[in-house]
């Protein structure tokens, strides 16, 4: 969670919570895997910076688990913006780095019932057409990571 492999007393590079998000978010989106080292200090006690992070991630993966976990990397590959994952008919866009206020996927010609930002009762209005799909995205945006749903059942 710093850039030790260990407990070093003297690496105070700490990882921001919205930076392991986005690694976790991103492993998920390459069909990877995402090891966190925390290396306890010799009491063995884990640094309270590290326990407050954890705690921070803990609860974005409770509110946004569904996303990541038992997903596979979605049909879209990763840009600049972010990743896509997949699982029981949904597609998720995670949004990472919004570029602008529309999220151009080009080639996607797969049939779309709805988009909605999960966890949330908000649709989201959107453009199909012969070169991809146009998303309106949402006004608000979640701290680390803005989730969308391609709902095609």
Avoid: C
Avoid at 1 to 9: T, Y
Avoid at 32 to 53: H, W
Avoid at 88 to 107: A, C, F, Q, R, S
Wanted: no cysteine; charged share 20%.
């Amino acid at each position: 969670m710093n850039n030790s492999w260990g407990f070093n007393i003297l690496d105070n590079k700490y990882k921001s919570t919205e930076q392991l998000v986005h690694y976790l978010v991103k492993a998920a989106g390459n069909n990877a895997n995402f090891l966190l080292n925390v290396g306890p200090m010799p009491s063995g006690k884990i640094q309270s910076e590290f326990l407050d992070t954890l705690q921070k991630v803990g609860t974005w993966t409770a509110k946004y688990g569904e996303t990541i976990y038992g997903t596979r990397a979605g049909p879209i590959s990763p840009k600049s913006w972010g990743v896509t994952t997949q699982k029981d008919g949904k597609i998720y866009i995670h949004v990472l780095n919004p570029e602008e206020e529309n999220l151009l996927i080009t080639g996607y010609k797969e049939k779309i019932k709805y988009i909605e930002v999960f966890g949330r009762n908000e649709k989201l209005k959107f453009k199909q057409d012969s070169y991809g799909l146009i998303i309106q995205l949402p006004k608000y945006f979640d701290n680390y990571d803005t989730v969308l749903v391609i709902n095609k059942q």
